[in-house]
């Protein structure tokens, strides 16, 4: 038997902007989803979601990989049990994690000898087959683990600092926020192009302040950063009652991230604060999650 897991991923800066070019910071987290593959003599897919075999509708991502896997090797017969520490659908990456977890798994079980931008991009394939439309960002810093600036992927260093998700429990469409966002910079081109070149602009001097390690400058740049994506109207009021509580209670800085409208946001505070963040996030109508950055990409454990 084989088990994988790989990491979720939040964006520091720059969402929204890097669909027009623009540069982002985005960064894996401790948050994992597992995936065991053992031979079988059928397709077998075990989750929260119940028992299925090659299904499309219950088990997309892992359906896709296992496809995704049959040009690599005779993937007919395999048990897949899937387990995952991250919240569906609201802007971690779960899919992406749990992508190129099973095709790690997979990969080692079948002895495909795939390497890690192969599974990156393989990833990124799967994601395509299912949801029509992709970034290969989730796909990739899952893979690879650590924190990037993008679109150049140029790695970055981020060492111990707490953050704390929010999770509002609102689902939102990663697909109709991106399709608002253009439609607004149809209507207001000049305006809304140079709010995405501000943000670029943002995650240009976050770069500078996350090799630093200047946590309240990055702050300030989270907090200036939830202002403009506000601004562009991805955000929300479930989003901003998490956000001001967070910043209320010490936290250097807090914004969403991913897409908006619904969704995670993401609080960056000291060690001694997590837990009164953490608090204000729950008392706030949130779920939160404290947790860190990692280096650790997809892994066979
Ligand atoms: C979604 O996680 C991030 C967006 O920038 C879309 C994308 O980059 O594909 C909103």
Redesign the pocket.
């Known amino acids: 038997m084989i088990t994988s897991s790989a990491p979720g991923k939040i964006?520091l800066f720059?969402?929204?902007?890097?669909?027009y070019g623009e540069n982002?910071i985005c960064c894996a987290i401790e948050l994992r989803t597992h995936v065991q593959a053992e031979f079988n003599d059928h397709i077998e897919i075990n989750s929260v979601l119940g028992r299925s075999g090659l299904n499309f509708e219950k088990h997309p991502y892992v359906s896709a990989a296992i496809e995704r896997m049959k040009e690599f090797a005779p993937v007919d017969g395999v048990k897949i049990n899937i387990n995952s520490e991250l919240p569906v659908g609201s802007?971690l990456?779960s899919s992406a994690a749990l992508t190129v977890s099973t095709i790690q798994a997979l990969n080692h079980l079948f002895h495909c000898g795939l390497s890690l931008e192969q599974i990156a991009d393989l990833g990124y394939n799967v994601e395509w087959d299912v949801q029509g439309?992709?970034?290969p960002?989730?796909t990739y810093v899952s893979t690879m683990g650590g924190v990037f600036m993008l679109p150049s992927r140029r790695k970055l260093e981020l060492n111990d600092c707490g953050i704390v998700i929010g999770d509002t429990k609102k689902n939102s469409s990663?697909k109709k926020?991106?399709t608002n966002?253009a439609e607004l910079k149809n209507r207001f081109p000049e305006i809304v192009t140079s709010i995405l070149s501000t943000i670029g602009k943002i995650t240009y001097c976050g770069e500078y302040s996350v090799c630093n390690g200047d946590y309240e400058s990055i702050g300030k740049l989270m907090n200036i950063n939830q202002g403009l994506l506000d601004s562009i109207g991805?955000g929300s009021l479930e989003l901003s009652q998490l956000i001001y509580s967070a910043r209320s209670k010490g936290a250097y800085g807090a914004k969403l991230?991913?897409?908006?409208g619904g969704g995670c946001m993401i609080a960056l505070a000291d060690a001694s604060k997590t837990v009164d963040v953490s608090d204000a996030i729950k008392s706030a109508g949130g779920v939160p999650i404290t947790t860190n950055i990692t280096d650790k990409g997809v892994v066979v454990e």
């Open positions: 964006y720059g969402e929204h902007a890097v669909v982002a802007g990456g439309n992709a970034s960002t989730d990663t926020l991106v966002v991805v991230t991913g897409a908006g």
